[in-house]
């Protein structure tokens, strides 16, 4: 079955930097693939999402790519807020409206 | 955000208790889902209901009973759950023709004595 990675578990950066989290997958067959965004005891909410017939998208300070070759996306969020601090989540289609999800990525953004 | 509610949002219970979580979706969408959410590991899928029929249970123990009375309300019935079942229950829901955009529910945490 289909199987997804996710890097890095955690993430530290300054406020204002740039943070990427990227996730590799295993069937080449997934052709849908969102990000979600958990807040601390709050629920997981899609934040960007991407198809596989689009290299890239932008939604403000965040972006997401694709490289269907390499079989991997990644997930790019500019000048950092504290508010960006939360654990991302990626996902992959695999199969009738299933969602395969990454491990999660817990990122902190210092102030 | 009321689009998915669930209840109840904390619920503990013995290992010999029965209970239900119950989920809602207002959103006119046709799939809901059941996920588990352990710490420190992927979102699990459990269950799916497409228009009320189930189309898949990922080899989730029998001791978890779904039930999907309609498109709009999901039920999670538990007994005899173990203390490794202890985790964040999550429903979530979406719509017909984009069935891969979900949107979840708050969860039940869950806590097995």
């Known amino acids: 079955g289909e199987n997804v990675e996710q890097h890095p578990s955690t993430l530290s950066v300054q406020e204002g930097d740039s943070a990427v989290i990227k996730c590799t997958y295993s069937?080449?067959?997934?052709?849908?693939f969102p990000w979600y965004k958990q807040e601390l005891g709050k629920r997981p909410q899609l934040i960007i999402d991407?198809?596989?017939?689009?290299g890239e998208k932008k939604d403000q300070r965040i972006a997401v790519t694709l490289n269907k070759t390499a079989k991997h996306f990644s997930l790019h969020i500019t000048e950092t807020q504290p508010e960006d601090s939360a654990v991302y989540f990626c996902a992959v289609s695999g199969g009738y409206n299933k969602l395969i999800f990454g491990a999660g990525t817990r990122l902190a953004v210092h102030p | 955000e009321t689009g998915v509610t669930q209840t109840p949002r904390h619920l503990v219970m013995g290992m010999t208790n029965k209970k239900s979580l119950k989920c809602e979706q207002h959103l006119g969408h046709n799939a809901m889902y059941w996920y588990k959410q352990s710490a420190k590991k992927p979102l699990e899928l459990m269950f799916v209901?497409?228009?009320?029929?189930?189309?898949e249970n990922n080899s989730v123990p029998s001791r978890f009973s779904p039930e999907c009375p309609n498109s709009s309300h999901l039920f999670l019935h538990l007994h005899t759950l173990q203390p490794e079942d202890s985790a964040l229950y999550l429903c979530?829901?979406?719509?017909?023709?984009?069935?891969?955009?979900?949107?979840f529910g708050p969860g039940t945490r869950l806590t097995v004595t």
């Open positions: 209901y497409n228009f009320k029929e189930q189309t």
């Open positions: 979530a829901s979406s719509p017909r023709d984009r069935g891969y955009e979900q949107y």
């Open positions: 991407i198809r596989s017939n689009v």
């Open positions: 069937d080449s067959a997934s052709n849908y």
